[in-house]
């Protein structure tokens, strides 16, 4: 496995054949996997990209990084956040990986090629921090309520609660890697080759786990999945 200082290599988007996951099942994903957008200006987090937004100012004026570079990396964040909290199941937790990655993202922003699928290199930072993260500490932050939904900013509407804690209870019967191709491709809409970038695994891999993990929660929640 990577390690978390390791980058990964470019990847573009548009080179991947993205084959569709139902659009029922995807729009379920992300009533229960929301984008996690209000951040605490005296937070960690708030005040790590306060200072993240400063320097890539002034490397802009430098003409140090692209313009596009800073847009796109603040404008991810909230993205950062929903991947970080569906491996964490906590939201301090993963606010202090949204941190990490930013700070690593920054330490290499060298590395970053104009043009290639910026999302995929961050997930990746992310990702190999949060493995290594679990080889640290060597235990695993349990979540058999689901009770870390009860921090997304965007709660379901009263008449889906039901509905969605369904949809939770089925994510959660789910193997761990087939959750997680499955939260890529479906939730943040990655390509097949883009998802296998992050994940370090074929593309063909990554297609059998979203298929897999699809097929159960059609099976466990009806056709409307």
Not at 59 to 65: G, S, W
Not at 89 to 116: I, M, N, S, Y
Request: proline residues 7%; hydrophobic residues 40%.
């Amino acid at each position: 496995m990577r390690s978390a200082d390791e980058l990964p290599g470019p990847v573009s988007e548009a080179s991947a054949v993205h084959s569709p996951v139902h659009p029922s099942l995807g729009e379920r994903l992300r009533q229960y996997y929301p984008q996690v957008a209000e951040i605490d200006r005296s937070s960690p987090l708030g005040a790590i990209l306060q200072r993240l937004s400063t320097a890539l100012d002034a490397a802009d004026a430098r003409r140090a990084v692209p313009r596009a570079f800073k847009d796109d990396l603040i404008g991810l964040v909230p993205r950062l956040r929903r991947y970080a909290q569906s491996l964490t199941c906590d939201g301090t937790e993963a606010d202090d990986l949204v941190q990490f990655t930013l700070l690593k993202a920054w330490e290499h922003r060298g590395h970053f090629q104009p043009g290639t699928s910026l999302v995929a290199w961050l997930f990746t930072i992310l990702r190999n921090g949060f493995i290594n993260g679990r080889r640290k500490r060597r235990r695993e932050v349990p979540d058999p309520d689901g009770m870390y939904a009860s921090v997304l900013s965007e709660p379901a509407r009263q008449d889906h609660r039901l509905d969605l804690r369904d949809l939770q209870a089925a994510i959660d019967r789910l193997e761990p890697a087939h959750r997680e191709a499955l939260m890529l491709v479906a939730v943040d809409g990655l390509p097949y080759e883009a998802a296998a970038t992050v994940i370090g695994c074929p593309a063909g891999t990554v297609k059998s786990r979203v298929s897999r993990a699809r097929d159960r929660l059609v099976r466990e929640l009806g056709a409307s999945a």
